[in-house]
């Protein structure tokens, strides 16, 4: 009689599966380059073995089976690939009992690193501090949570609607932000948004009112920006003390302190955007800010910049420095001087970057409501003060065709229209920090659907990422996301009602009903694209091959899923490949793979620095908000490039732009390997996926 059943480990009794087997074996022999039959021809023999001293009623073990498979490579005298197959059951087996050190029972088969990520910051814990709950009832919790608020709308079936956000989430074709998913149906607060900006005027009372109301929203998960500018310069004159003011740089310390102290409940540290524009007196020292490695950490810095100052650069004119208290002239300096010390001290330090702030403003959906001044920390959002906005993206990499010559359009719609409603939603589900939040927020009712996975996408359809073809599905997507996200924002208009400023927006002109006052971002998706196992928002692929930092010096060698795959195909796979490429990241120097390979799997390194901020203003295009994006420089990158890049967003309508040298700071997240040193590999912390390789707070 054969066998049909095997236990696992568990305990629990399954259907018995031969291609395993096949598989694992086939494993093996890949990488050690022998016949690629042979894994068939053991397989079968080793299914044999297993049915001739097994049966139903003495069912074998996973372990079993593992046993029969090592003796039967030793009698084909195959002791590489016995030791291949060996190495790589020992390799399963530790990442097993990792997670079990971990706590987690990982009941959606998801990698190692990011059972790591859901521990330390997303999974229900008791009072003891023990997980209590497993990935799949993560979404659960929050899909039901979110769907419930629409039971008050006869026309939604919201059990139906609770299984259609909690497919979308535990299938990883989309995923909110990180507030949403730590805090959504837990005995807590409910504040689930992302983004925040807080108003600071020129008093003690504002400037510490907003320190506090900083504290509250950082426990909670969310992120902050302020405007320094409203903010006297240093030296002037406090009337009622008859002192002598410290300017904003003094208050920004204590902001930083305070970050530092909340830790956001110990999930994620804080992260703030700091905003100077460039026609404050204290603008130099606000550029200069973070000269020392350990200044701001919890903070990115960006110059509030005006068309005005582009031109003054061009031409170079000089510009007026304004006090804000008195409206008065300080100060005239040339524009071109300001210019390239933002220039340096973004090449030196990776900060500041530029706010384009008329680029932003032209795109203000209610300007009657003011003028937008500053962003959340990473850029991507740019907020009227007292605004939140809630975020979530969709998975691209999962949005492919099952032939995998394009992208799944039906697929994509549903998951935009799934999430836009899911957003939606969090308004109404949300538990506001402050009134004037919730009354600001309520008003406007702004949320950001965005995307992550695009480089993985683009290497499914076989298109290099610094390419022509590239930028165009970028378009493509975006214009096909916003299009689909504003359709259903105009449905929940006229099902719920339009948002409250709507009368008073850019919309009320061309629309009869809307929602939502924007309804896209592209975010930098940190720690959500590493659940999901995709590459960080609209960023390249950071490196080939890596070892990652797991836990208490325990290091796992990554491979790119896509890569390995190529190169299997062409019969090209072996270990020594694997570990030469983790040496440096990149592929580009790897003289025996094929310049096809070469020109696909390109990492943010590898690319022109041009092509970022192309790619940038791609998805600018069709994006309401803005788009977080890191221009990846290397050591060796000019000071001319910097301000090439600069004057090159500006040029293309970007909103913001970041860069960052490789190796200007010393808290990177990731350490490529030195020529002196062939025995060290690419390394990255666990929770790194791409994007901006500092830990202050770029990649939330």
Known sequence: ??????????????????????????????????????????????????????SEKNIPTVEDIQDIVEKTLIKHNLPDVAKSYILYRNKQSEKREIKEIFGVSDDLKLRLNSIKVLRERYLAKNEEGEIIETPSELFLRVAKKVAKTDTKYEDINVDELEKIFFKTMVNLDFLPNSPTLMNAGLDVPQQLSACFVLPLNDSLESIFNSIKNMALIHKSGGGTGFSFSHIRPKGDIVKTTKGIASGPLSFMKVFDVTTDVVKQGGRRRGANMGVLRFDHPDVIEFITAKDADDTFENFNLSVGVTDEFIKAVKRDESIDLVNPRTNKKTKRVAARYIFDLITYQAWKTGDPGLLFLDEINRYNPTPEEGIIEASNPCGEVPLLVYESCNLGSINLSNMISEDGSDVDWEKLRKTVRTGIHFLDNIIDVNEFPLPEIEEKTKGNRKIGLGVMGFAELLIQLNIPYDSNQALEIAKKIMQFINDEARKKSEELGKMKGSFPNFKKSIYNESYEFMRNATVTTIAPTGTISVIAGCSSGIEPLFGIAFVRNIMGGKKFFEVNSLFEKSLKEKDLYSNDLIKRIARKGSVKDIDELPEDIKSLYVTALDINPSVHVMMQSAFQEFTDNAVSKTVNLPNDASLEQVKNIFLKAFKLNCKGITLYRYGTKKNQVLSIADDSNQSEYFNVESDYSGGCPTSGGCNM
């Open 1 to 54: 009689m054969k066998v049909t059943k095997i236990k696992k480990r568990t305990g629990e009794i399954v259907h018995f599966q031969p291609s395993k087997i096949t598989k694992a074996i086939s494993k093996a022999v890949v990488t050690t380059n022998s016949d690629k039959d042979l894994a068939t021809r053991i397989s079968k023999e080793v299914v044999e073995k297993i049915h001739s001293v097994y």
